[in-house]
């Protein structure tokens, strides 16, 4: 059955020490069309560590990851293992190396019992599977790295944090020695990344090698015994020894200049209500997304909503922008009671909406900046772009847009730019006054630099009196910029905290469902 | 009551249940793997006209079972290579092939209308067993085709569910990125299972020539079995086993009303029950067309869907 994958542990094994290099990339470079991913990069780690390959979106790093583990072949250089060159011409050949990748989207066939994802792809498996052997020797495997997991639940029942541990039985099962993982905590609360870490100790307290792919600084220092980190292809830092990396150094490595991540909560007065919801509920399927909430924003006030993706962030979102009609229960948006009334109204009396697909639902890709712009402003028959266009002009330049002009396409910006297209549409005013913005996971998927533009600009609405609610996966970043923290689970609001005095602990277990208090 | 109706009846409604099972096989298969085949109506004419010119050329039933259900897997790579290659809408492209066939089976039957084959497949005889009322010319009295159906069905079922290819086929029908990030070629499995379930059409699209209605007769020959095979897929849920019940109900259902017209039984319209089974056909297309009811039915989640590797 796995016969080979327990002969590579072994053999492995025996020819590497502690310290011995296990896997090294020697100045590799790979393009694309336009873009040198990757220039000239050194990249090596050994036999029971943790090297951590830190940079912004775009630095580089999944390019090397991907070459690291066959998914990509590089332009130029190599790679060597336990000190023998390597050609991995696929993601399978890196596999027979002991090499396996972690992605950050699952790859798990939600309807199969975690044993079936588990062999999946297997090859040396017989024609015929026995189940209860392999459930045993799943089990196995599971329970020497502290990865506890039925083998036969299903795994559209598990939850994000037991998918992982999935992918990382699956990835040990098939022999890896190597484990690549892209960014593994972006999709987990608090308490799972505890529990990934205390894993990925016992992985590399067995002799196994840890890439760890990430941008959130806080967790790059507390796990990595190295670091690597990337900018624009380049290597521009190493950092060895646990603990002794600081943050601050490592942000100036990534982004090149100092940083300020954590932007200041604006002090200021809260003005009068802008946004009331009341008991609001919401029925799709006869499954209940939204159940009885009901909170309000004030002018200058930014509500943070936390929880982990799909609890009815996007609902909650929708409704408020009245692209959902609620079972029951009202918006009113200054005043004007928005429920039922479809989007438009809701912009009429002031809402301004980033949802969380900018290219999907916030921008049209095939329009040009300047069109774009012009979606929200006045509905005439005939589109008047000249006297539009000094306006996108200004906007281009007041949010830092990088664009050829107001006639660039939508689609042709990076993440970050297309993210600060689209808040300066909704922050510069649309049919009515913007009074109320909503924002969905506004920094998600944007480099450092990006991203403290945008928590600036929303800082900036703040304090120019609109009231503002945020709703983002991100926790810090809910945490560090809301005024008052609500904790969605389950389509209910389960915690409500001062964003000033808010716990980690206490929001990331109420995330988790853990939540002792009602809505206070 | 005439007994004897009634157990022909019941022969009828298995041999028309054995045509039934392969289709839906050939589906389950093709869909199985994430192709949506509605071609089948299609390939069953085709292969049930040429699989009468080459037995009435050759002399041979079996050399016509051969070269219908070649003819099968080769209209069915046509639907595989819109479908996977070219990422064609697979509705738009199985309904062309259903036009396409039909057309085709017409132009080929052109000359064989109203002719019949000289050997047919004939019915196995298990002797003494054969001769037991009732039971023995139902349970005993079918030809070799049909006791393979039943025999494929069963071998399907536990392919699907307890071997390394069919958990592979199933991933694939489910989730083609994750099979694809495991190193398989999702093209290779899904433009197989397509060729080989178009085989498994065309062989049942044969048997019904060559063992059933023994006489080319235009579309009278299929007379929307194709669709209903489909129908039968969803109704049994994309299991092997639950097609062989599915398709004895079904051949009852389509032979009740010649029975009941023999027994002079007038008080349903033998109209509505001829109607039944094309009736169960267009609520299960309509479900299936539903994502909501879609996923209740069990649906292979990424049916119908091109699969197209995201390069970041």
Redesign the interface.
Known sequence: MSNTSHEVAQRSHHTSGATSTALSAHSIDKKFPGVLANDSVDFDVRAGEVHTLLGENGAGK??LA?VLCGLYQPDAGYLTRNGKRINLS???VG?QHGIAMV?QHF??????TVS?NV???SRD?????N?SDINEKVAAIAESYGLPIDPDATVGDLSVGQRQRVEIVKALYQGAEILLLDEPTAVLVPSEVEKLFENVHAMTAAGKSIVFISHKLGEVVEISDRVTVLRNGRVTGHVSGRGTANTKELARLMVGRDIELNAQRATHATGHEVLQIRNLSLVV?EVSMLSDISFSVHAGEMVGIAGVAGNGQRELSDTIAGLISPTSGSVTISGSMTTDRGPIKAREVGLAYVPEDRLGMGLVPSMSILDNLLLTRDRQLVVDRVSVRPEAARLIEQFEIKANGPDHLARKLSGGNAQKVLLARELSGGRGATKLLVVCSPTRGLDVGAIETVRRLLNDARSAGQAILLISEDLDEVLSLSDRVLVLYRGAIVHETPGETAQLSQVGAAMAGLASEGPS | MNENIWVLMSGDAIAIATTLILAALGALFTERSGVLNLGIEGILLTSAISSFLAADASGSVWLGLIVGSSIGALLASIHAALSVAFRANQIVAGLALVIFGTGLANFLGKPAEGKTVATVIKPLTFGPLSDIPIIGPIVFGQDIITYLAIALAIVASRYLFSTRPGLELRATGDDPATVDAQGLSVARIRIRYTMFGGALVGLGGSWLMLAQSAGWHQAATTNGLGWIALALVVFAGWRPMRIIFGAVLFGFTLQLPFTLQAEQITFIPSAFLEMLPYLATLITLIALSRPGSRNLLGAPRALGTPFVRDER
Do not use: K, M
Not at chain 1, 107 to 112: D, W
Not at chain 1, 125 to 129: A, K, N
């Open positions: 999944s390019t991907a696929s993601p399978r596999l992605h790859r798990l066939v939600e309807r199969f079936e062999i999946l792809g498996l017989p024609f015929r599977l189940r399927n």
